[in-house]
């Protein structure tokens, strides 16, 4: 799998090219950390998580893959654009903590990204104009 990063999503300027840039095709189901999982959580409480977090969601501006129109109002996540290992935190890869390879989602963003399911993401804004009687 070749490496995804931060500088080439965003000279993509659409919500649906990000997708399909950072789209995995995994399986619902199919355990990452098995019974590990006890790793990623204490990885994912640490003081450095919580703090590299907050800079790309300042970075993203809180938008759905950073596109501007996207604002998530809700809960946040912040994706590794690499999926993450066991090892990769056991042994303190620094590419996990640099935002270089990281974009903020919200939850359905996150899983459609892990799973292909284009179903969850969230659609365009249609702008309503008088005399417009086409449903959505």
């Not at 995995?24 to 790793?39: E, K, P, Q, S, Y």
């Not at 129109?69 to 620094?94: C, M, Q, R, T, Y």
């Amino acid at each position: 799998m070749r490496t995804r990063t931060y500088n080439e999503l965003r000279r993509l300027d659409t919500f649906l090219e990000r997708y399909e840039y950072l789209k995995l095709g995994g399986v619902v189901g199919h355990a990452t950390f098995g019974f590990d999982r006890h790793i990623n959580q204490m990885f994912y409480a640490s003081r450095e998580w919580k703090q590299v977090r907050e800079a790309v969601i300042l970075r993203d501006n809180g938008c759905d893959l950073g596109v501007p129109g996207f604002e998530i109002n809700g809960a946040l996540v912040v994706h590794h654009i690499n999926p993450i290992k066991e090892d990769d935190i056991v042994h303190s890869h620094e590419w996990v903590l640099n935002p270089e390879f990281l974009i903020t989602t919200t939850h359905d963003t996150h899983n459609a990204i892990h799973y292909g399911d284009s179903s969850l993401l969230r659609t365009e804004f249609v702008e309503r104009k008088p005399g417009d009687t086409r449903l959505w």
